[in-house]
């Protein structure tokens, strides 16, 4: 897997957008980058993925650089309800063997204030 | 449609006794796999299946056992519980599609071995 690097923590306040940014400067040109959350103590919730094009979908926006060595998740208007756990992921895509392999590291703990 | 199933819920386990956490999924998914949270911690992968009949080692399987007789279900077995295998342990189906991105999590079983 590409290793990837978020912060540890953010905040953010209630209907503002909250960008959450990633580094993943080792990944390979045929790794997808994955955005997953986890509130409290639930299982991890899929939000979002791409390869080279931004994509948006009714949860968030995904912004990947020309260089593909960072991204950014956007929540365009946060509530409090986002508050959570965001796991930035770049598996490694060899010959589909390694499909589903997710590796979680730590993620940013993002924390929306009223 | 209930999506991944976990049972039971929590647990409490004296050190060296053996049990088994069940995951049953209804939505024909190819790929299950287990994964296991510490406190403070990411997920780490325990083991995987891509299909009936076919099991893999993630990254810390030892300890546990895992069989995939039909699709639907992935059981995990602990074969002598010890106080470090105390933790949340979640698990997830996806189709086996390239890159489709979206696994599905169960709500997680919270083990405590004594």
């Known amino acids: 897997d590409a290793k990837t690097t978020q912060p540890t923590s953010m905040d953010c306040a209630e209907g503002r957008a909250a960008n959450l940014p990633c580094n993943h400067s080792?990944?390979?040109?045929?790794?997808?980058v994955y955005w997953y959350r986890q509130i409290h103590s639930q299982g991890p919730q899929y939000i979002i993925h791409?390869?080279?094009n931004n994509e948006t979908n009714e949860m968030a926006s995904l912004i990947i650089t020309e260089d593909r060595k960072s991204s950014t998740l956007i929540l365009p208007h946060a509530t409090l309800r986002d508050t959570a756990v965001y796991y930035c992921?770049?598996?490694?895509?060899?010959?589909?063997?390694?499909?589903?392999?997710?590796?979680f590291g730590q993620g940013t703990i993002l924390t929306v204030h009223p | 449609n209930a999506g991944v199933t976990q049972t039971p819920k929590f647990q409490v386990l004296k050190t060296g006794q053996s049990m088994t956490l069940q995951c049953a999924q209804d939505?024909?998914?190819?790929?299950m796999s287990w994964y296991r949270q510490d406190p403070g911690m990411g997920l780490r992968l325990i083991h995987y299946?891509?299909?009936?009949?076919?099991?893999d080692q993630g990254e810390v399987p030892n300890g546990y056992n895992v069989s995939r007789s039909t699709t639907e279900d992935f059981p995990l077995r602990l074969l002598s519980a010890a106080p470090s295998q105390t933790s949340v342990y979640f698990c997830?189906?996806?189709?086996?599609?390239?890159?489709?991105?979206?696994?599905?999590f169960g709500e997680g079983s919270r083990l405590t071995v004594l």
């Open positions: 791409g390869l080279k």
């Open positions: 080792t990944i390979s040109g045929n790794e997808y």
């Open positions: 939505m024909n998914h190819e790929y």
């Open positions: 992921i770049a598996p490694a895509n060899a010959g589909g063997t390694s499909y589903g392999k997710l590796t």
């Open positions: 299946s891509v299909g009936a009949g076919i099991t």
């Open positions: 997830a189906s996806s189709v086996l599609l390239m890159n489709t991105g979206e696994l599905f």
